[in-house]
């Protein structure tokens, strides 16, 4: 079956420090990968994806994720985290085995706490 | 620009009742996404609507079902509301089949809470 992986349900840092939240994806052929954060009582906001291309992706307030084709990981990353960051992160796939590209498959979701 | 928007922010309804969700896409966008988020299953996808066809599925019931207006704006149905339908209904638009389809931006969400 087709599915991404947050296997941190919550992820601590303090602030300052680098952060990294962990996404894997167990899909078949090209998949499309996006990051997505979500504050308490909003919606989702998108912060970046891969499509194609340069590995490194660099997206919104300074995220940025590496995507691993050998270890099928899609990790989100930021140098210098910030107590504003904390908030609910979405790893998410689409591709051909998703019924089509327009059909996000959502992980679990990563709780980030940046501690002062 | 203004984002996408829902309507409404919540909503209750009893058991047996119908619920409609409503949502705007941005400007300039054809397609609209309808998502469920509810308690211990995560989010996920229910319908996927462009130029007013229904173009994907999720697994969800027929009890659940939607169209899309000649502006693009959509609205959601769910019929006969069981009580495990309570959850945050959200909405994303992206630039349709015809230009970028593989963004996709999201409203706040409605919440829907069935008593």
């Known amino acids: 079956a087709q599915s991404v992986a947050q296997p941190e349900d919550q992820v601590n840092v303090a602030e300052g420090n680098p952060l990294t939240v962990k996404c894997t994806y167990s899909?078949?052929?090209?998949?499309?990968l996006f990051w997505y954060v979500q504050y308490p009582n909003r919606g989702l906001q998108f912060l970046l994806k891969?499509?194609?291309?340069?590995?490194l992706v660099k997206g919104s307030y300074g995220f940025e994720a590496e995507f691993n084709k050998s270890q099928t990981s899609f990790h989100l990353k930021k140098p210098s985290a910030l107590v504003s960051d904390s908030a609910l992160y979405f790893c998410?796939?689409?591709?051909?085995?998703?019924?089509?590209?327009?059909?996000?498959?959502f992980g679990a979701g990563t709780r980030l706490a940046v501690h002062p | 620009e203004a984002g996408v928007t829902q309507s409404p922010t919540h909503l209750i309804k009893t058991r047996g009742q119908q619920a409609t969700l409503r949502c705007s896409p941005i400007?300039?966008?054809?397609?609209v996404y309808w998502y469920q988020q509810a308690l211990g299953l995560g989010l996920q996808f229910l319908l996927w609507?462009?130029?007013?066809?229904?173009?994907n599925r999720g697994n969800f019931p027929p009890r659940f079902s939607g169209r899309q207006f000649p502006n693009y704006s959509s609205e959601l149905n769910v019929n006969a509301l069981e009580l495990e339908d309570s959850a945050l209904y959200l909405c994303?638009?992206?630039?349709?089949?015809?230009?970028?389809?593989?963004?996709?931006?999201f409203g706040p969400g409605t919440r829907l809470t069935v008593l």
């Open positions: 891969y499509i194609t291309g340069d590995n």
């Open positions: 899909v078949s052929g090209n998949p499309y």
């Open positions: 609507y462009d130029e007013g066809e229904e173009r």
């Open positions: 994303a638009s992206s630039l349709g089949l015809a230009g970028d389809t593989d963004t996709q931006y």
């Open positions: 998410a796939v689409s591709g051909s085995f998703s019924g089509g590209y327009n059909k996000l498959i």
């Open positions: 400007s300039g966008h054809t397609s």
